[in-house]
């Protein structure tokens, strides 16, 4: 997929999620992958562009490019001028939100609730193109409910207004993150419109992303949910696009670095002690359904430092990969309190891992299983 003079390969992209994707994160996934990363939504209000969440959400200092900042708003001027500011510090590609149902971004008449006034999407997409000489990209839902599905005609005001990708999250606004996304309405668009369509939602593992790309036509995928507690998701994703071939999830070694490894940056990022808060979530996904995970979960929650959350991780981590490395030559190794040979063993291989969250992941995950076997 092309964006302006960037070529997003492969065209797998992460998708914005506040309080998720941030620089540590998106890094993360574009070392494993991924294409391209959308970065947490910005507020267009000016009156926050001086505080730290914007600061730290539109600090991109040693991302890889190409850097796409998503900017949220409801006023045309304001959303120029953050595209602008949000350029200055480094953007390459900047992303609309007209997606996003959360009550705080909808109120304002923001996020996916922009979909219901298709004349002030067009005006803050011409004001937006205009303002900056980057791409400008758009991410929407399929429509504010089920009986005004209007992404069609989103698409054409948005190709119209010269906005260069649209990403669609294939549910309404009404239905928040119920039941499971359709891609019927992504299909419509891709088939309507020149511009690049990246298609959203529940993307979850290699093969769903298989059939998603043939049931849309789409040119690329975008994942959110998915990749929590796994960034190789992408990797895995991209390699059975090009191969057919599952990737074997991530050994006991790879698993420690990877976690060691984030919960660092994320520590260096954010300092104390809002990096040993955002820690709490990640490190809680990434063990999720491993067997003895819960240990170091209530370890890095009560950890109140990021020294003693580090030494948490640290020692939990070498006590998976000595069981791992037990389980190898000692059968009947593993199991009990602690971590055991779980990853090692390829117990946490994709789809066959519980999942992490309230948005109804774990059971859509459950159905994919089943269509699949
Ligand atoms: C915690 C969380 C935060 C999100 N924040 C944003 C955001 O800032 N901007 C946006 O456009 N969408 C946001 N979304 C929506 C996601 O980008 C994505 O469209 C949605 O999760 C569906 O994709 P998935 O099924 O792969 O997760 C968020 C979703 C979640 C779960």
Redesign the pocket.
Known sequence: MRIGPHDISPALVV???????DRPFRALCRQFGAGMA?S??VSADPRLRASAKTRQRTDHEGEPGPVVA?I?GAQPQWLADAARFNVKRGAQII?I????P?KKVCNLAA?SALLRDEALVARILEAVVAAVDVPVTL?I?TGWDRSTRNALTVARIAQDCGIQAL?I?G?TRADA?DGE?EYDTIAAVKAAVRIPVIA?????DARRARAVLAATGADAL??????FGRPWLFREIAHFLATGELLPPPDAAQWSTVVVEHVRAMHAFYGEPTGVRVARKHVGWYVHGIAGGEQLREQVNAAQCAASQMAAVEAWCALLRAKAAAARTIPDAGGGNGPDAAIGAGLCATGARPVY?N?G?AARRARTRAEET
Not at 97 to 100: A, E, L
Not at 222 to 227: D, S
């Open positions: 998708a914005p999620m506040a309080g998720v994707t959308v947490e939504m998503q949220a992303d939100n007209m997606g996003c959360a996020g991410k839902r990403t999250h549910r993150f996304a959203n939602g529940d993307i979850t975008m994942i959110g949910r998915g990749a969250n948005h992941m």
